[in-house]
């Protein structure tokens, strides 16, 4: 069995008022850490929308200026067009950043649209977490992850793509030592990363119990996550060498 790995991808997709809107083109299952419409769900569509990078400070930040993010992201998606249980997220990273793989085998596939910064790095257990606010630098630092499949994923599978594709993510920020904005070690995120696992409706797809790195479609998400990570990464440097 062969694996494909190529950029482009067929999942729907455009960027309107500085915001990434991903078309399922029908009803899916979704799991998200997203502000807006995050758990267990079922959506149409996902939003990843760039807000303003809030400006270093000293001290408490203040409140950012759109309020609630899932009540902000709900009335920004009736202004495109959508549906208001269309899954939100947020983030500083311009969407010109955007990275997209897709990597198939047989009737198996799997895209990944992110969006990367890491200048809000941190490493799992750090302490205390607030100690970050004091060095952070204002500029864009995190990575969101969209992750859609043609699998029919169980409940315990969607959340080993989770797992899967956080040690990827981790494995990608650690090859290039990206250390912790607090200077302490290696980081293993950032702060504010989200990820989104999109599976079709149960009865459509081929069905998966399992979604660890031992499987197919563990190695699928490993390697659309590596790709779009890594690339990511290479799009941020070039980013703040432009606009330091």
Same mark, same amino acid.
């Given at each position: ?23 399922? !083109? ?63 997220l947020?983030t ?32 799992? !257990? ?41 040690? $990827? ?7 290039h030592a ?8 290696? $980081? ?35 390697r ?21």
């Amino acid at each position: 069995m062969t694996m494909r790995l190529r950029s482009p991808v067929q999942t729907r997709f455009w960027i309107a008022q500085n915001t990434l809107v991903v078309d399922f !083109g029908g009803r899916r299952r979704v799991l998200s850490s997203a502000p807006q419409g995050g758990g267990l769900t079922t959506a149409t569509h996902i939003l990843n929308h760039q807000v303003e990078s809030a400006p270093a400070v000293h001290g408490p930040r203040p409140a950012p200026v759109w309020g609630s993010p899932s009540r902000y992201l709900r009335k920004l998606a009736l202004a495109l067009g959508l549906d208001t249980d269309t899954i939100g997220l947020m983030t500083a990273v311009p969407m010109k950043q955007l990275v997209t793989a897709r990597a198939s085998s047989g009737n198996l596939w799997v895209e990944c649209f992110a969006t990367v910064g890491v200048t809000n790095a941190v490493r799992a !257990g750090e302490w205390p977490p607030q100690a970050r606010r004091r060095h952070g630098s204002g500029k864009p630092g995190t990575i969101n992850l969209i992750l859609v499949t043609s699998a029919s994923l169980s409940h315990a599978a969607m959340v080993g793509v989770v797992q899967v594709a956080t040690e $990827a993510k981790t494995g990608v920020l650690r090859d290039h030592a990206v250390p912790s904005s607090i200077g302490t070690s290696d $980081a293993t995120g950032t702060g504010t990363d989200a990820v989104v696992i999109a599976s079709p409706m149960h009865g459509h797809g081929p069905p998966h119990r399992y979604s660890g790195t031992h499987t197919v479609i563990g190695a699928l998400i490993g390697r659309v996550v590596a790709h779009c990570v890594s690339h990511g990464l290479a799009k941020a440097r070039k980013w703040h060498e432009m606009y330091p």
